[in-house]
């Protein structure tokens, strides 16, 4: 167990030979696709998130240190407009996934996935990667419907580094960094996975690999974990298993995310073996730094060396958030990542921007969880359209097609109702641009697949996405 010294200074208990550093990482987790401080469902810039703002937190925050190294801890690809235009075939998109641009630029030293890094297929995530230029850990799924198939990615990786000692000495540093994702993206993501991934129990594969990393060479094993805080013992396949991760003999810190919860903070995450002050799952130091870049996770390790071992001494644990005082302004943006991610900001406001069809009625939520919605409507006719074309022409068509949707309902849905309220008037065939956008990211916030079964009779099973709960 590390001690919590806010001041990480040089413990009283150093022997003549020992050599202390300090270890800054920094962790940014659930970015959700969240660059830039621009809201594209409502059209509108500076918000107070994005990775542009966590940027200028991150300068400030390697400035301070000596040792300092950066990752990212999964849920980075898939969540925003920014993101559908790499996925969306007739988006016109032809360069790099902008959040892979941006890591490029900000110089991350390493990734790990999280579990909406598998929501558009595995050739979709495997072309977005190509680009990095830092490395990435993903420790617990492997090819193949059998084990043990061939790892994803590379399940752990051993960062040799150079670390500056207190006195100004220059020391070689191995750092081990495994990546883990839950393991119910097989079943969130069957459509895409089933039968080309296995994902096995992320403590189990931490009991197993963090022996190995500290056997090959790592001075400290960092682990980048695709999950959050909950409490109780460790289950088979748990969802939120950073507490019993933590646990792990071996493990040195935890870098957490998954649940867009922010630790440590006063009051959060208070329950057994949990410091949220200290900032220790299990006594280990941990970090969780929310979501959508509204935060910096900042960990600062107290290293000692004796008998030419480092160990954890003493740790600072910190979620540094881009709006520093509630209600108050947030950090600026870092006009940079601006400039780099200009190319991709234009297609995807073009790409937004796109008609997809006219109402001549105003469209609402209201009671949507209620018969007859107007918009549920909508998207069910929307649904049969497109698979009366797809079977057009096969031994399917002229089948009779039933087609179901949930209303969904969220802040986005309500600023469109909104928007439809005041306008005193229904939307016209044109020159409506601007009710078609928000109706049309209103039905749906992300991009949806439509999925189909063919019942063939009382007792058949109708095959349907899995919809449980995901972050
Ligand atoms: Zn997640």
Redesign the pocket.
Known sequence: MTTHDPSLQPSPHLRPNDLSATLRLLATT?LHANLLPYDYYADKGDQPYGLARTATLIRAARAEAANVMLFDN??ALQGAPLSDITAQADSGWSGAHPMITAMNHLGYDAAGL???EFNFGLDWLMRSLAAARFLITCGNVHSGPDVPGPPLLSPYLLLARQITDRQGGCHPLTVGVLGL??TQITVWDTHHLAGQLTAHDMVQTARRLVPQMRREAADLVIVLA??GIDAGPHLPGMENAALPLAAVPGVDAIIA????QVFPEVGNLRQAAVDPEAGTPSGIPAVMAGFRGSHLGVLDLGLVRRGGKWRVQSHRAEARPVVPVRNQAPVPADPTLGAALKTAHDATLALIARRVGHSAAPLHTYLAMAPCSTVVRVVTRTQRAALSRAVAGTAHEGLPILSASAPFQDRRTWRAVAFHRHSRRPAQPSPCRRSLRFSQHALRAAPQRCRTARLAGAGSGLLSPDHSR??
């Open positions: 659930d999964g849920d999280g579990n909406h994702v839950p695709h999950t995310g998954h649940s867009h995901r972050h």
